[in-house]
């Protein structure tokens, strides 16, 4: 073992890890990254596809290139399965050596792997939430697949918007239109998943910062805020990233490929 893993291995061993992940964990899931090559991005504009504004601008008057994104975006996530890493940063946390994630990311897999203690600062794609009361529902794989399968067979622009509509349903408990558990460009943050994320890097000793481009804010300010506290920080990403000027250690690796190599000498 080399003086780097040796070090960081005794970093880890100490416990107290938070890890802070963005869409480079589960590039190895098949789900393509936001500024990648085969970016779902590089053909949806996300000033448009990634906004409030415009996902209700594209429902009046473009509501089939809506369907496309909805049906294509789903169906890459109904195909991910959790990979290498997600089930490392689980074991991690069985072992007690993981405080918490904080995930940029909204596909699931950390809590499809088992994961507990998950904060989702952006908000997950199978949520579906009131915006007035905050009444929320998970939908199952299969209740998306469904509506997917009935959407994408459909030709006529009104039964496209009825069928999302209905789909998306009304507030038990107050009659609104539930809304997408997504967190678009330009929403505020959830404020019990930020106070969770905080709570999390208050106790950590190291922050695992996996995949992340570290561009996107709010988000993006969370490792700052760890580094002021003292935390060390590991940067796990093949590329460079904005955060590699706060690392302490600087990991040039796929998150799986670390994992792989790490996680043997961690009992
Ligand atoms: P990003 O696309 O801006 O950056 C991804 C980073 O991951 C890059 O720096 C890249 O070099 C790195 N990377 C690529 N493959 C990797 C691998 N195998 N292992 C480790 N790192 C790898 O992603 P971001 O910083 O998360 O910001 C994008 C925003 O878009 C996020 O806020 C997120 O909400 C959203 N998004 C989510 C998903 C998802 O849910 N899986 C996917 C795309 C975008
Ligand atoms: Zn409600």
């Given at each position: 073992m080399d003086e780097k893993t040796k070090n960081l291995v005794s970093l880890l061993k100490r416990g107290r890890i938070v890890a802070f992940c963005g869409a480079g964990i589960s590039a190895e899931s098949g789900i393509p990254t936001f500024r990648g090559e085969d970016g779902l991005w590089k053909k949806y504009d996300p000033t448009v596809y990634a906004t409030v504004e415009g996902i209700v601008y594209l429902l009046i008057k473009s509501p089939l290139s809506l369907r496309d994104f909805i049906v294509e975006s789903y169906q890459i996530f109904l195909n991910a399965q959790p990979n290498f890493a997600h089930y490392a940063l689980k074991k991690l946390e069985d072992k007690n050596l993981l405080i918490g994630i904080i995930t940029q990311n909204i596909d699931d897999l950390h809590f499809r792997c088992?994961?507990?203690?998950?904060?989702?600062?952006?908000?997950?794609?199978?949520?579906?939430?009131?915006?007035?009361?905050?009444?929320?529902?998970?939908?199952?794989?299969?209740?998306?697949?469904?509506?997917?399968?009935?959407?994408?067979?459909?030709?006529?622009?009104?039964?496209?918007?009825?069928?999302?509509?209905?789909?998306?349903?009304?507030?038990?408990?107050?009659?609104?239109?539930?809304?997408?558990?997504?967190?678009?460009?330009?929403?505020?943050?959830?404020?019990?998943?930020?106070?969770?994320?905080?709570?999390?890097?208050?106790?950590?000793?190291?922050?695992?910062?996996?995949?992340?481009?570290?561009?996107?804010?709010?988000?993006?300010?969370?490792?700052?805020?760890?580094?002021?506290?003292?935390?060390?920080?590991?940067?796990?990403?093949?590329?460079?990233?904005?955060?590699?000027?706060?690392?302490?250690?600087?990991?040039?690796?796929?998150?799986?490929?670390?994992?792989?190599r790490i996680i043997p000498f961690l009992g």
């Open positions: 088992g994961s507990k203690n998950v904060a989702e600062i952006h908000g997950n794609a199978f949520e579906f939430l009131c915006r007035r009361c905050n009444w929320r529902i998970k939908r199952t794989p299969k209740e998306l697949e469904s509506f997917i399968y009935q959407l994408k067979k459909e030709k006529s622009k009104w039964r496209i918007v009825k069928g999302i509509l209905k789909f998306l349903g009304r507030c038990p408990q107050c009659n609104r239109r539930l809304e997408s558990g997504i967190v678009f460009f330009g929403q505020q943050l959830p404020q019990k998943e930020l106070e969770r994320s905080y709570q999390y890097l208050n106790q950590a000793k190291t922050l695992l910062c996996i995949g992340t481009s570290g561009v996107v804010y709010p988000a993006a300010s969370l490792p700052y805020y760890a580094k002021e506290r003292g935390v060390k920080i590991v940067v796990i990403n093949p590329e460079a990233s904005e955060l590699d000027e706060i690392a302490d250690y600087l990991v040039r690796e796929e998150a799986s490929q670390f994992f792989r």
